[in-house]
Every structure is written in structure tokens, then in C-alpha cells.
């Protein structure tokens, strides 16, 4: 029997955000919106980020306990200082390098402070967007030596990368789950993780459930946010809009490899309510969560094994798509 899924929300996106042409929703304080948080059927996670939108320990507890919410993770933002335009942890500057190793050094130190299990980390302004722009055997050197660096520190609060094809940069290093495992076996520490997120994984050509299997097998830990897109950019919609079956599968193999950790929602309300986009997401993936674990699970792994797909999708019909 699976464990009942854990749905959490980053907040950032439960206050103001834009995009280049619109900015939507309006601003609201930390308070206001882990109050929201807690508003929210099905949710009780929070990822925050560090150390632009939460940096007081003691406050950050306080309003935790306060509106009775956890941890999901802690964001740290390894992209928006001057120093990391061009890159921080894969930067030619040694001193951009060292900043960028020093914020998530930070990172795990607040992580620490306030009972988080892990700090995790996409490094979107490490990568490139023309040919002989970078040298990449250089860059790949620095991102090894710098996340390194910074997963070697305080390694009780595991660091976790999160990869993604594209932006800010045309094209980021570490842009699929494979490549983040390259990444990780560089590395060479074995208590780091990676970040899966559903939207990045199909925006990145990969199948997220295969993702997950492949991750999950290489004993490094990982940690789950959700979303949907149209697979040519990370629109950030909400769960099973666009990829319903992949969102079932993926599903279905994070319970098969027993994830009892947050399903975090990284997902953008820009038109529509902000309480209502993510009470969709945990209902919608609490509702297939529960089904699949309703399933004969004996006989739908032998149907997937045994080579009939046909005779798999009968299965499917009957037991997932007629409920």
C-alpha cells in the first residue's frame, strides 16, 4: 500500500510574477502567502526561496508553526545576482564562481536553521546559446568543482540539482536528467539528489516516467515538482492539461520506486486563481495517486512486461480511463 501523497506549492508564484509583457497578481508578504498555503485543500508543503524571498530563520519558523505547514525544500537562486548573468557556478570568473558556491554554502546553513531535509538548486544562467561561445570542457570542469564544492558542505542537508533544457540561457549544461546524472557521478557525492521536474522532463523531449526509473535506479535521491506544457516550452500549467497519460505514468512509477517525499507544485497562475490552480493540482493528483493504488498492480507489471500492448491497454481502458 502506498503512503498518501504529499502535495507542497512554491510560494513564489503565489504572489506577483511576470513574464516580458504582463505582470499578473499582486504582491503579497511571506505571511500572506503561507496563509494562503494554508487555505489550500490537500496542501501543507512549502518550497521557499532563499535568500530573496526568506532569509529570518526565526520568522520562516514562526509563521510555519503558525499556520501548521512544512518544508518541502529550500530554493536557493544561483541566477539573478550581476555576477551570475553569464553563468555562476560554470562562470570564467573565479570570484563569480566562489559567490555562487557561497549562496547555496547559505543556503544549506539557513536549511539547517530551520529543519529542511534538502536544498535544491537550478543553475539556469550556466550555459550558452551560440557555437564557440564556451569552451565546454572548461565549463563542465567548473560545474563539477563548484557543486562540488557546495555539496560537500554540510552534507546532512543534501544538495539537489534541478535540470532544465533552456532559460535564462538558450541553452543550459545541465539540460536532462541523464546529463544530471553525468553530473552527479563527476561529482562524486553520493548525498546529493536530483530535482524531476514533470514539465522540464517533456519540454526536454524526455518521457518523465522513464526520468523517474532511471533516476531512481541510480541511488541517488530525488525530489518531484509538477506541471504540465506543450512540450516547446516550460509554460508551467497545471498537472495533466496537456500530457494526462504521461502525468498517470509518472505517477504510477514514483509509486512503484515507494517516493513518499513532496510532489511540489512549480506552477504559474498567471490568468487564473491563484488558490484555485493549485487545489487543482493536488486534487487532480490526489485523485490518480489514490487510483493507482487501487490497481492490481501484480497484473498490470506483468500486462507492461509482457510485450502485448494491446492487451496492456485493455487495462488501461478498463481499469484508469473508465473511472
Known amino acids: 500500500m502506498n503512503s498518501p501523497v504529499k502535495i507542497g506549492v512554491i510560494t513564489g508564484f503565489l504572489s506577483k510574477t511576470k513574464d516580458r509583457f504582463h505582470e499578473y497578481n499582486e504582491e503579497k508578504t511571506l505571511q500572506q502567502r503561507l496563509e494562503m498555503v494554508s487555505s489550500m485543500h490537500g496542501i501543507d508543503g512549502v518550497e521557499v526561496v532563499f535568500p530573496y524571498e526568506v532569509n529570518d530563520a526565526d520568522n520562516l519558523k514562526s509563521l510555519l508553526a503558525q499556520y501548521n505547514l512544512h518544508i518541502a525544500a529550500i530554493n536557493v537562486n544561483v541566477k539573478a545576482e550581476p555576477e551570475f548573468r553569464d553563468g555562476g557556478l560554470s562562470s570564467i570568473s573565479t570570484d563569480a564562481r566562489s559567490k555562487a558556491v557561497e549562496f547555496i ?11 529542511a531535509d534538502k536544498v535544491t538548486c537550478c543553475p539556469l544562467s550556466d550555459g550558452y546559446e551560440f557555437n564557440f561561445q564556451r569552451n565546454y570542457g572548461q565549463a563542465w570542469k567548473h560545474l ?39 553530473l552527479l557521478h563527476d561529482i562524486g557525492i553520493d548525498k546529493m539528489g536530483i530535482t524531476i521536474d514533470f514539465g522540464h522532463s517533456m519540454y526536454a523531449n524526455e518521457n518523465p516516467a522513464e526520468a523517474v526509473a532511471m533516476v531512481a535506479d541510480s541511488g541517488f535521491a530525488y525530489y518531484i515538482h509538477i506541471n504540465d506544457n506543450d512540450a516547446r516550452w516550460d509554460w508551467d500549467y497545471m498537472v495533466g492539461t496537456k500530457h494526462f497519460l504521461d502525468y498517470v505514468e509518472f505517477l504510477y512509477y514514483l509509486q512503484e520506486y515507494k517516493y513518499d517525499d513532496y510532489l511540489t507544485s512549480d506552477t504559474s497562475p498567471t490568468r487564473w486563481d491563484i488558490k484555485g490552480t493549485f487545489e487543482m493540482n493536488a486534487r487532480v493528483t490526489e485523485k490518480l495517486w489514490d487510483l493507482l493504488g487501487r490497481l492490481d498492480r501484480d497484473k498490470f507489471k506483468k500486462l507492461i512486461s509482457g510485450g502485448d500492448y494491446l492487451e496492456t491497454w485493455q487495462f488501461i481502458e478498463r481499469e484508469i480511463l473508465s473511472l
Open 105 to 115: 554554502k547559505r543556503a544549506k546553513d539557513f536549511a539547517r536553521q530551520v529543519g
Open 144 to 182: 563539477v568543482e563548484s557543486l562540488g564544492q557546495a555539496g560537500s558542505y554540510l552534507t546532512e542537508i543534501p544538495l539537489y540539482v534541478e535540470y532544465k533544457p533552456s532559460e535564462t540561457r538558450g541553452r543550459c549544461f545541465v539540460s536532462t536528467a541523464a546529463k544530471a546524472l553525468c
